[in-house]
């Protein structure tokens, strides 16, 4: 056999398996649905997705700082509602790549109040060709915040009211720490298409009774989830750059309050792991690191 037909067959067999490989992560790889298992802790707030964690904002009296535009946009834009408005609390997001399992997850438990599909006319695009590198296969983490799409893309935004939990302490009905109370509060999960995304396929519907990591939908190929997470006594847990994972991560807390039971009033407890970083971007200290699937 000559040396050129080698080479000829040599090509071939690899162009053959680039093909099957491209198959097999397009249609079997992408669509892998692993088993999760949240942690137990009420008070945690749980990646809703698998991906890079590309920044935790936060916002006060229902705006936050934008540095790409160099001004202050109202957080109601994110989702296309009026949430947000005249609060103050954090903005998290989580960039899927193609190569990230693409279920979205509940981060707590709570009942589902809305779904507000907000559509679009054009989807624009998420990154350029080197960030889609960066981000897809070196894992380097982008802060997309602010970006034409980010507030100009199809989204799906799913609201959470939320039990807070709460503990009572000494003289409190019941007397003693450790049993539960609930306060009420709301989260929204904004999903947000790229340009090539084909669908997002939501399973919940209002009224639905969620427990943590419970999958909310599905979003073709490349995408981002935001958490909008109104209050003052958040602990942000996981840092910017950070590979999470849905269902499983903790990204935040809740930070946890003692009932007086003398006043009817709350007493903040200041949680062990990650402080609230005032007037940053909300980077914290590095969560444990976690195996991946």
């Given at each position: 056999?000559?040396?050129?037909?080698?080479?000829?067959?040599?090509?071939?067999?690899?162009?053959?398996?680039?093909?099957?490989?491209?198959?097999?992560?397009?249609?079997?790889?992408?669509?892998?649905?692993?088993?999760?298992?949240?942690?137990?802790?009420?008070?945690?707030?749980?990646?809703?997705?698998?991906?890079k964690l590309i920044?935790?904002?936060?916002?006060?009296?229902?705006?936050?700082?934008?540095?790409?535009?160099?001004?202050?946009?109202?957080?109601?834009?994110?989702?296309?509602?009026?949430?947000?408005?005249?609060?103050?609390?954090?903005?998290?997001?989580?960039?899927?790549?193609?190569?990230?399992?693409?279920?979205?997850?509940?981060?707590?438990?709570?009942?589902?109040?809305r779904v507000v599909?907000?559509?679009?006319?054009?989807?624009?695009?998420?990154?350029?060709?080197?960030?889609?590198?960066?981000?897809?296969?070196?894992?380097?983490?982008?802060?997309?915040?602010?970006?034409?799409?980010?507030?100009?893309?199809?989204?799906?935004?799913?609201?959470?009211?939320?039990?807070?939990?709460?503990?009572?302490?000494?003289?409190?009905?019941?007397?003693?720490?450790?049993?539960?109370?609930?306060?009420?509060?709301?989260?929204?999960?904004?999903?947000?298409?790229?340009?090539?995304?084909?669908?997002?396929?939501?399973?919940?519907?209002?009224?639905?009774?969620?427990?943590?990591?419970?999958?909310?939908?599905?979003?073709?190929?490349?995408?981002?989830?935001?958490?909008?997470?109104?209050?003052?006594?958040?602990?942000?847990?996981?840092?910017?750059?950070?590979?999470?994972?849905?269902?499983?991560?903790?990204?935040?807390?809740?930070?946890?309050?003692?009932?007086?039971?003398?006043?009817?009033?709350?007493?903040?407890?200041?949680?062990?792991?990650?402080?609230?970083?005032?007037?940053?971007?909300?980077?914290?200290?590095?969560g444990p690191a976690?195996?991946?699937?």
């Amino acid at each position: 056999m000559s040396v050129g037909a080698v080479m000829l067959m040599v090509v071939g067999v690899g162009a053959a398996f680039v093909g099957a490989l491209v198959l097999f992560l397009r249609h079997v790889w992408f669509y892998r649905d692993p088993v999760r298992v949240p942690p137990d802790d009420p008070a945690a707030i749980l990646a809703p997705a698998d991906g890079k964690l590309i920044y935790a904002r936060r916002f006060t009296g229902g705006k936050v700082f934008v540095e790409k535009l160099g001004k202050t946009i109202p957080v109601t834009e994110l989702s296309g509602t009026d949430f947000g408005a005249g609060e103050s609390g954090w903005i998290i997001g989580v960039y899927m790549t193609p190569l990230d399992v693409h279920f979205n997850y509940a981060p707590v438990a709570g009942t589902v109040s809305r779904v507000v599909h907000t559509p679009a006319a054009v989807n624009l695009p998420m990154l350029d060709l080197l960030e889609y590198v960066k981000l897809t296969y070196l894992r380097q983490a982008i802060d997309l915040f602010g970006r034409r799409y980010h507030l100009s893309n199809e989204r799906n935004t799913i609201f959470i009211n939320v039990e807070r939990p709460c503990s009572q302490g000494p003289g409190a009905a019941g007397g003693t720490v450790g049993v539960p109370g609930a306060r009420r509060t709301m989260i929204a999960v904004v999903e947000i298409a790229d340009k090539f995304v084909n669908k997002i396929r939501c399973f919940v519907k209002e009224g639905d009774i969620l427990r943590p990591g419970q999958k909310l939908s599905f979003i073709e190929r490349g995408s981002q989830v935001d958490l909008v997470i109104p209050g003052d006594d958040i602990d942000i847990i996981a840092r910017v750059g950070q590979q999470v994972f849905g269902a499983r991560t903790v990204i935040a807390r809740f930070r946890s309050r003692r009932m007086t039971g003398e006043t009817g009033g709350e007493v903040p407890e200041m949680a062990e792991a990650g402080r609230r970083i005032e007037g940053t971007t909300g980077t914290a200290a590095a969560g444990p690191a976690e195996p991946a699937g």
